[in-house]
């Protein structure tokens, strides 16, 4: 029997860097079958960057100006470090798909087609779902298309809903499916990729 084939991925932030700092965590532990090549970020200033560091991976800071110049870098970086798949982890900027098409991979802290789109991130999501009086939420990973929050969905992990939930305590409960669906969602996805390969 072969050893699984290990993917290199990038990794693209824009906050905190917890759902960064589990893929980094399950690439080096072999849960996923992934290496990671490079954590990208536009600016250098935000937390993942520093929690990074922190975990021993440089992060690549490719500052985005107006404008396709910026995918054009970001396109640059991803090539430069042989990435073969794109993982983003609260990446808050739009991603130009181009030759990334069909390989990159989102999560999303809803279960959508609910609470996406544009303007929906963090917090908002969470207290969009609260004001909706849904009785459950969660988190949902997708193959990325040209529309914010919209693809194929991988796998989707649910929590409830409790009377007494603000923002934050339901931002935390979902948080902690997130690090297991998106391991669940890239076997998932290189599985596939195997089996047409």
């Known amino acids: 029997m072969h050893p699984p084939r290990i993917w290199r991925a990038a990794i693209l932030v824009s906050g905190g860097g917890t759902n960064a700092l589990n893929l980094i965590r399950a690439s080096r532990s072999g849960e996923i079958p992934v290496a990671v090549a490079a954590v990208i970020a536009h600016r250098s200033d935000i937390p993942a960057v520093e929690r990074c560091r922190a975990a021993g991976i440089e992060p690549i800071i490719v500052p985005l100006p107006a404008g396709d110049e910026a995918s054009d870098a970001i396109d640059a970086t991803l090539r430069g470090v042989g990435t073969e798949l794109v993982l983003l982890a609260g990446y808050l900027r739009h991603f130009r798909l181009g030759p990334w098409g069909g390989r990159t991979l989102n999560i999303h802290p809803a279960l959508l087609p609910a609470f996406g789109g544009r303007g929906m991130f963090g917090e908002q999501v969470h207290a969009a779902v609260l004001q909706s009086g849904a009785r459950e939420s969660g988190c949902t990973v997708h193959v990325v298309d040209d529309q914010y929050d919209h693809g194929a ?22 948080q902690l499916e997130e690090s297991a669906a998106y391991c669940e969602a890239i076997r998932l996805w290189t599985s596939r990729q195997h089996a047409h390969a």
């Open 153 to 174: 969905t991988i796998i989707q992990r649910r929590v409830p809903v409790l009377d007494s939930d603000t923002p934050k305590t339901l931002a935390a409960r979902v």
